[in-house]
């Protein structure tokens, strides 16, 4: 049970980046009140929670009703993260995120930024979407899809935490070393992506 908390921890933690989003939230909300702040924090990670619960409990349902198998999913799903592992590993999924947030606080409507981009696609993108489906799925019984829900909510936590601590924790950890860490957890969440697509093919072919 230890083992899968911590798979799942860390493929949250790594889809997620808590630490990533700090900074696009730190720009998003640059200049304006404490108050204001601090509630475009909780609004992003409780909207963020929602939506990830929602594909978390009926995600297979909805796959169901689609006629697409589980071990399609995975494939599809591994090969997703594979390809945001391959941009976080070059660094190209950070100068993503820093270009959307450009164009948002460019916008006249840049008050609110806790449905878009905040919740939607930073937190609750659709790598943390086929992370929970995927996760979910493979738990066997309500005792392991609570453990990754567990999972899940705490990494949403540490991204409050981020999100509300994004100044002073932009200032400690420094570009240099958030580069270097972005590119260990590309690496490993590159690993996680091909299992999960030699899952979904052994079940597919019967290996």
Do not use: N, W, Y
Request: glycine letters at 8%; a neutral charge.
């Amino acid at each position: 049970m230890i083992d899968l908390f911590i798979s799942a921890f860390v493929t949250f933690f790594v889809i997620i980046d808590p630490p990533g989003c700090a900074p696009i939230f730190a720009s998003l909300t640059s200049g304006t009140e404490a108050a204001h702040r601090r509630a475009m924090a909780i609004r992003s990670v409780s909207i963020a929670a929602a939506i990830l619960l929602f594909f978390g409990l009926l995600g297979e349902k909805l796959l169901g009703a689609l006629g697409i198998s589980l071990a399609a999913f995975r494939i599809a799903g591994g090969i997703m993260l594979f390809l945001i592992a391959l941009e976080m590993v070059f660094e190209k999924r950070t100068q993503r995120r820093e270009t959307r947030a450009q164009e948002i606080t460019a916008t006249p409507e840049a008050e609110d930024i806790s449905v878009f981009p905040m919740a939607i696609p930073m937190i609750a993108g659709p790598g943390s979407i086929a992370s929970i489906m995927l996760l979910m799925a493979r738990s066997d019984g309500p005792e392991e899809s609570a453990i990754v829900l567990a999972a899940l909510a705490s990494i949403l936590a540490l991204t409050l935490v981020a999100l509300l601590l994004a100044g002073p924790l932009m200032r400690l950890v420094g570009p240099k070393i958030e580069a270097m860490i972005t590119r260990i957890l590309g690496v490993i969440l590159a690993a996680l992506a091909a299992q999960f697509v030699i899952d979904g093919i052994a079940v597919s072919f019967k290996v």
